[in-house]
T-cell receptor, first 112, second 114 residues
Framework: RKEVEQDPGPFNVPEGATVAFNCTYSNSASQSFFWYRQDCRKEPKLLMSVYSSGNEDGRFTAQLNRASQYISLLIRDSKLSDSATYLCVTSRGGGSQGNLIFGKGTKLSVKP | EADIYQTPRYLVIGTGKKITLECSQTMGHDKMYWYQQDPGMELHLIHYSYGVNSTEKGDLSSESTVSRIRTEHFPLTLESARPSHTSQYLC????WGKGVNEQFFGPGTRLTVL
C-alpha cells in the first residue's frame, strides 16, 4: 500500500465548477500535511498547508480528518489557470521528521 | 519566486559517462533534498542533508552520491550513467529546526541517458 494515495484523475471540469480531491495516508505518525501544485513539466509549489481545524485560502479549502487519515482539497469557481496536478503531501514522522512523502497527484483540467 | 537553481536544465548523455547535477540556493536554508520523478509518477526522495558535511540517503535507493561542502550548494553525482537513470531530478531546500517547513523546489534537471 502506498503511503499517500490519491485518485489520479484526470478531472475534466468546466470553468466555474466546484471540484474536490481526496487523499488518504497510511502513516499515523505524520504530523504535517500540505497540498502542492505542479504544473506540466514544472516543479511543485506549495498551495497550502492543511490544519486540523480545516483552513481556507480564497477559493481553496483544505480539511484533515486524523481519525480516518484523510485529507481533502476543495476548489470553488474553477479557473482555467487552476489546471495542474495537485499533490497531497504528508510529513514523515520520527527521526526523519521534516522529510515529505508525496502522493502521485490528481490531474485537473479546467475547460472553457 | 524561490531562489533555488539547478543546472543543467536538460542533459542528454551516453552510457558510462560521469555526470554532476548542480543545485544551489540563496535562501540560507540548512536542509536540502534531491528527488527523482518519472513522468506521471510521484516524487521520490533520494538524498537529503541537514547542513554542511551532512548527507543522508532518502526513501528510494539510488546509485547517485551527494556532497554538502557549502550551505548553498548540494550537487548530485552519477559516476557511470545508465539508461535506467533517465528521469527528472528535482532539488529542494527548506528551513530546519522549526517543525516541518515548506520545501522550495528548483526547476529540475531532465536527464536522458542513451
Amino acid at each position: 500500500r502506498k503511503e499517500v494515495e490519491q485518485d489520479p484523475g484526470p478531472f475534466n471540469v468546466p470553468e466555474g465548477a466546484t471540484v474536490a480531491f481526496n487523499c488518504t495516508y497510511s502513516n499515523s505518525a505524520s504530523q504535517s500535511f500540505f497540498w502542492y501544485r505542479q504544473d506540466c513539466r514544472k516543479e511543485p509549489k506549495l498551495l497550502m498547508s492543511v490544519y486540523s481545524s480545516g483552513n481556507e485560502d480564497g477559493r481553496f479549502t483544505a480539511q484533515l480528518n486524523r481519525a480516518s487519515q484523510y485529507i481533502s482539497l476543495l476548489i470553488r469557481d474553477s479557473k482555467l489557470s487552476d489546471s495542474a496536478t495537485y499533490l497531497c503531501v504528508t510529513s514523515r514522522g520520527g527521526g526523519s521528521q521534516g522529510n515529505l512523502i508525496f502522493g502521485k497527484g490528481t490531474k485537473l483540467s479546467v475547460k472553457p | 519566486e524561490a531562489d533555488i537553481y539547478q543546472t543543467p536544465r536538460y542533459l542528454v548523455i551516453g552510457t558510462g559517462k560521469k555526470i554532476t547535477l548542480e543545485c544551489s540556493q540563496t535562501m540560507g536554508h540548512d536542509k536540502m533534498y534531491w528527488y527523482q520523478q518519472d513522468p506521471g509518477m510521484e516524487l521520490h526522495l533520494i538524498h537529503y542533508s541537514y547542513g554542511v558535511n551532512s548527507t543522508e540517503k532518502g526513501d528510494l535507493s539510488s546509485e547517485s552520491t551527494v556532497s554538502r561542502i557549502r550551505t548553498e550548494h548540494f550537487p548530485l553525482t552519477l559516476e557511470s550513467a545508465r539508461p535506467s537513470h533517465t528521469s527528472q531530478y528535482l532539488c529542494a531546500s527548506s528551513e530546519w529546526g522549526k517543525g516541518v517547513n515548506e520545501q522550495f523546489f528548483g526547476p529540475g534537471t531532465r536527464l536522458t541517458v542513451l
